[in-house]
T-cell receptor, first 114, second 114 residues
Framework: SAVISQKPSRDICQRGTSLTIQCQVD?????MFWYRQQPGQSLTLIAT?????????ESGFVIDKFPISRPNLTFSTLTVSNMSPEDSSIYLC???????????FGPGTRLTVT | DAKTTQPTSMDCAEGRAANLPCNHS???????VYWYRQIHSQGPQYIIH???NNETNEMASLIITEDRKSSTLILPHATLRDTAVYYC???????????????FGKGTKLSVKP
């Protein structure tokens, strides 16, 4: 199984600022994903991070607001830009190693925007 | 949108079997049934998946009806640590190849009581 770490684990940010969340995997993986979980809600897929190409965003999410980088097969970042209190959520990184049917999740980054 | 329907919440006595139902009446022939759970403040954890045959692993059993329109996740001896939100997801899965996205519905909040 893949072991995923995220940094930071939590942060409190002021509105109008940006935060970059890092996701590190202990092995090379084909697919990486970013999810958002708003308070009391289920997980929503933001985008799929592709190595060597632009991320693929789901409906309702745009690159200007959530730019994603995927420089190699073990690392990705998600930036939450020009934050507002509505961006207060848990952001989760997830990976598919391409060798099993499982998809693994990181511990999440708890973001609070004031 | 999620393609599954689950009860919002269920209770189970500790030590008893927990049976969590899921309806997926529009499932396609190449879609698998996946179950994940999310314990409070953690990332989702894979439990089990299946196509049409019943499956069992160290965590749970998955019973899929013959017409594949519904399934039941069984935790044979529930413990307090099994208290979590359980998500039933249908997803295209190709071993070693491209996978469909994991789309989370609202899930079932299982409370295991002493």
């Amino acid at each position: 199984s893949a072991v995923i770490s995220q940094k930071p684990s939590r942060d409190i940010c002021q509105r109008g600022t940006s935060l970059t969340i890092q996701c590190q995997v202990d092995s090379q993986v084909t697919m990486m994903f970013w999810y958002r979980q708003q308070p009391g809600q289920s997980l929503t897929l933001i985008a799929t991070a592709n190595q060597g190409s632009e991320a693929t965003y789901e409906s309702g999410f745009v690159i200007d607001k959530f730019p994603i980088s995927r420089p190699n097969l073990t690392f990705s970042t998600l930036t939450v830009s020009n934050m507002s209190p509505e961006d207060s959520s848990i952001y989760l990184c997830s990976v598919d190693d391409g060798r099993s049917y499982e998809q693994y999740f990181g511990p999440g980054t708890r973001l609070t925007v004031t | 949108d999620a393609k599954t329907t689950q009860p919002t919440s269920m209770d189970c006595a500790e030590g008893r079997a927990a049976n969590l139902p899921c309806n997926h009446s529009t499932i396609s022939g190449n879609e698998y049934v996946y179950w994940y759970r999310q314990i409070h403040s953690q990332g989702p954890q894979y439990i089990i998946h299946g196509l049409k045959n019943n499956e069992t692993n160290e965590m749970a059993s998955l019973i899929i009806t013959e017409d594949r329109k519904s399934s039941t996740l069984i935790l044979p001896h529930a413990t307090l640590r099994d208290t979590a939100v359980y998500y039933c997801i249908v997803r295209v899965a190709n071993y070693g190849g491209s996978q469909g996205n994991l789309i989370f519905g609202k899930g079932t909040k299982l409370s295991v009581k002493p």
